[in-house]
């Protein structure tokens, strides 16, 4: 079975540019996050989609931050404008029932 | 938010030796889960306990749920080099939200 895609798995960026991220969840399943990960320390979770809903947006920053899940199955993450301290791996889940299988996240750097 | 919280965070150890990690949380949860994250690869979730369940056994890997004490420990028996990674509780308190805690690093010396 294929894994979380995730795209792209690098990108660095100057403060005040604005980035796109891409995730693609293990088909079938319903539920989706987006969780933050700073260097150090443990995944925080930014957003999380059931089908095409929000069930929890509560920590996403919104006033730079937004996130879409297409069709209940790929999902986007946005960042606009990016400030120095956004500098994290952005990690995508996807879940089934209760299990979170995750993807190899993408590395933002905001220099 | 929920968050668990690990202890200790940091733990080095002899190859064969076992490690115990251990995590708190601060509201009643529908389960705990423990993931590891390997440099160069991303969260893998290693076991499960539901909040109905006080202990669970998968292969080398012991876990104890204490909902008194919202606490939960993880025991890794007869460590081995590939078990060094970091190692992170995750409570769910709903709705299948994780929350998860800020990890331990292991370290297994060959």
């Known amino acids: 079975e294929a894994g979380v895609a995730q795209s792209p798995r690098y990108k660095i960026i100057e403060k005040r540019q604005s980035v796109a991220f891409w995730c693609n969840p293990i088909s079938g399943h319903a539920t989706l996050y987006w969780y933050q990960q700073i260097l150090g320390q443990g995944p925080k979770l930014l957003i999380q989609f059931q089908n095409n809903g929000v069930v929890d947006d509560s920590q996403l920053p919104k006033d730079r931050f937004s996130a879409e899940r297409l069709k209940g199955v790929d999902s986007t993450l946005k960042i606009q404008p990016a400030k120095l301290e956004d500098s994290a791996v952005y990690l995508c889940?996807?879940?089934?029932?209760?299990?979170?299988?995750f993807g190899q996240g993408t590395r933002l750097t905001v220099v | 938010s929920q968050q668990g919280e690990e202890d200790p965070q940091a733990l080095s150890i002899q190859e064969g030796e076992n490690a115990t990690m251990n995590c708190s949380y601060k509201?009643?949860?529908?389960?705990l889960q423990w993931y590891r994250q390997n440099s160069g690869r991303g969260l893998v979730h290693l076991i499960l306990i539901r909040s109905n369940e006080r202990e669970k056994h998968s292969g080398r890997l012991r876990v104890t749920l204490d909902t008194s004490k919202k606490s939960s420990s993880l025991l890794i028996t007869a460590s081995r080099a590939a078990d060094t990674a970091s190692y992170f509780c995750?409570?769910?308190?709903?709705?299948?939200?994780?929350?998860f805690g800020k990890g331990n690093q292991v370290v297994v010396i060959p």
């Open positions: 995750a409570t769910d308190y709903g709705n299948n939200r994780l929350a």
């Open positions: 889940a996807s879940s089934p029932t209760v299990e979170a299988f």
């Open positions: 509201t009643s949860i529908n389960n």
